[in-house]
């Protein structure tokens, strides 16, 4: 599978479906339909069910996302 991302344009939004963490891709639900993803970065951090993500492009046949900081989507200690 390549390393390489290709980004699309503008913002793009999900939710996690299946939990996302380091080596551990899962699914978010984007434009309709569930897709596999994993995380943009090597973060120690797991994007539970019900987190928003931003959707930054692909990589291989999976999306690349991050955590969504200006939508709470998951109360995961966040306050």
């Known amino acids: 599978m390549s390393n390489e991302i290709t980004y699309f344009h503008g913002a793009n939004y999900g939710v996690v479906t299946e939990s ?3 080596h551990q891709p899962g699914l ?3 434009d309709g339909r569930y897709y596999p ?3 943009f970065k090597p973060l120690q951090i797991e ?3 019900g987190t928003y993500v931003l959707v930054l492009g692909t990589r291989g046949c999976r999306l690349v996302v991050e955590k969504d900081k200006a939508i709470h989507g998951h109360k995961d200690n966040e306050e």
Do not use: H, N, Y
Request: proline letters at 0%; a neutral charge; glycine letters at 0%.
């Open 20 to 22: 996302i963490a380091l």
């Open 28 to 30: 978010i639900l984007f």
């Open 37 to 39: 993803a994993e995380l």
């Open 47 to 49: 994007l539970k069910v």
